[in-house]
């Protein structure tokens, strides 16, 4: 705790002189072993949602939160091992937002690695974003922890492949409440893969996964919801301690399921509402989780933040800085196992959710 506090007084001094303020949409990941010399940090931005609109015209409240993102990023005090990059760069999928975002990250002074998202997905299934980015699916280690990236936007070969265009594949993806959609899963595949990825991994590993859509079934609607989440979890569930970390949802939730702590990120473009707040129709927030305050429309960048993560002995600690809204801490506590608001957010200073239905 001690290495977070001092770590945290360095980061919000060195921001403080460019008088940023506390609220960076990105997420600075920390994971601190019991050796402290092992200790290491990484940043995480997540759903910039960039979106071409003619020629060389961007949408740019979408332009502007990544570019905030990245120049915060690059202030950072220590200095992250190297930056996540969450999910759903591109808007629509298309070449022009892919390349425009990727040139806004290319600001960045750390190795990025990529998730992706069912945006940047559904045009191409993924042709131009590999060629930017690498593959869609992949692992990697990191002085003692066990890093897994998957694809978890996919879904059946047969809605797939039953499009007459690319671009009208993407629109029913894009689409919330859309009775056209496809529920997302990872897929035989990429388990299979996971299953030998693992199988190399010893058992004490703090293992660490990445995934757009959360790997838990939260409301179906939007897809909130990856299909084969059970089958993934069974998957992870031989060691000691998972942390599985996810965009998509642009707010904050999290929840625990056996030895698995999950915790979504923040987006740099917009705020999504609770799904309990927007619909009658059946959704499963995990009860754990306490509601954020939701987005003041008059503040562009409101209910979109950074995290500060912490993450010792395999348990992930989240600190969130929320633009124009009450921070929150979002803490593993160790005798209930399971993540918890460590600073309540009280009844009576939330915003409540409006109903819209
Ligand atoms: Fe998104
Ligand atoms: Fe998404």
New binding site residues.
Partial sequence: MSTLNHNRRNFIKNSSALALGCALPISLVELAFADSEKNFSFAYI??A?IQHIKGTRFVRNWDKGLIRAVAETNLLAPKPDFVMFG??LAQLGSQPELEHGAEIMSALNQDVRYVM???DYYLDLGAYWEKLFGPQYYSFDHKGAHFIVLNSIRTYDEWTHRWPSNEQRMLEMAGLDNPNGSPFMVGEEQRKWLQSDLAKVAKRTPVVVFS?SPLQKIYKGWNFWTEDAEQIHALLQPFDKVNVIY????QIQYNQIGNISFHSVM?T?WPWPYPSSYAQAEQYLPKLTVPMNRADPFFERDATGWQLINMANGNVDMNFTLYNNSARSVRFNKANKQPEDSRYQEENTRIPGQQHY
């Avoid at 965009?247 to 642009?250: F, L, Q, S």
């Fill in positions: 997540s759903d949602h999910g759903d998202g069912e945006h757009h965009g998509h949802v642009h987006a473009a």
